[in-house]
Each structure stands twice: as C-alpha cells, then as structure tokens.
C-alpha cells in the first residue's frame, strides 16, 4: 500500500498572460472536479479531495495492488483550450517527497493521455512541466506516437518510461 498526499492550489499554463484553469482562493470550489480510482476495475485504491479554507486542494489517498488495481487520481474537466502558444504548465504544489505523473489529453474522448511526471519536496513548490515533453501513454505503456502537439524546443526530455 501506498499512501498519497498531493495539495494542488493552481494549474495555469505559462505565458504572460496566461490562462489560469484552477485557482482555488478565487474559485472557491470543487465544481469540475473528481476522484477517480481503480475500482472502475475491480481495484481496491481510493481517493478523496476537499477544499480547504485556505483555497488548496487536499487529496489523499491509499494505492492497492490487489485485484489488479494500482491507481488513484483527481481530475478537472474544463473547455478545450488552444495551447499551441504556451510552453508549459505550471502547478503550485506541495506534495509528500513522491513522483507523481499530471496528464493531459487533446480531446476528452481520446483513451490515451499525455503524461509528465514530477517530484515533489514535501514544501510548496512551483512546478513548470513543458508541453513539448509531455509523452503518449495508455494504461502505463509508452505509445510509440508523436508528443503533445506544439513547440519543438530540441525534446531535451528525460523521460521515465517503465
């Protein structure tokens, strides 16, 4: 068992003036947002998120192996945005010292998404993922197709693919 722990208390993506998708000091709720884990498999992990009152995101949860499971995750839907102007994503995070992956997908029905990880410290952080390495995956295997569609900034990327 695995113990999760992740505050998420903005996504925007980076420009000068950029977009912000979730700021939860000004948004003020949870509207969007849900958890979703592997009992939509028959696993056994579960997640659960609140608001807390200083506008963060609190997600904890416990990842089970039994069953097949091995996932737990929050996710936010919101309109389909143009991204090909941007460069990155960035989070204002404070995580549990774990390596986390953050998805994306071009559309929502599409089954694969586009993965970057991150590590976190255990203290707030700021957490810029650029687009152009963010890479295609499908139930945890690489998907031999081309990266998230947008700049190409010489895909210096260091990819943890297992």
Not at 11 to 18: G, P, Q, R, V
Not at 88 to 104: C, E, N, S
């Amino acid at each position: 068992m695995k113990e999760l722990i992740l505050i998420v208390l903005m996504a925007i993506l980076y420009l000068d003036t950029s977009p912000i998708i979730f700021n939860g000091t000004t948004m003020n709720t949870l509207t969007n947002w849900y958890v979703l884990d592997d009992g939509v498999m028959g696993g056994l992990s579960n997640g659960s998120m609140v608001l807390n009152e200083a506008g963060n995101i609190r997600y904890t949860g416990t990842v089970r192996l039994e069953n097949n499971g091995g996932f737990s995750s929050i996710r936010h839907r919101f309109k389909k945005k143009a991204v090909s102007k941007y460069t990155y994503v960035v989070l204002k995070i404070k995580g549990d010292g774990k390596t986390y992956q953050f998805r994306i997908k071009s559309d929502v029905s599409q089954r694969f998404s586009y993965i970057n990880t991150l590590d976190t410290s255990g203290s707030w952080e700021t957490v810029k993922l650029r687009l152009d390495c963010f890479y295609p995956s499908f139930r945890g295997k690489y998907l031999g197709q081309t990266q998230l569609p947008g700049p190409d900034y010489g895909r210096d990327c260091h990819f943890n693919w297992k």
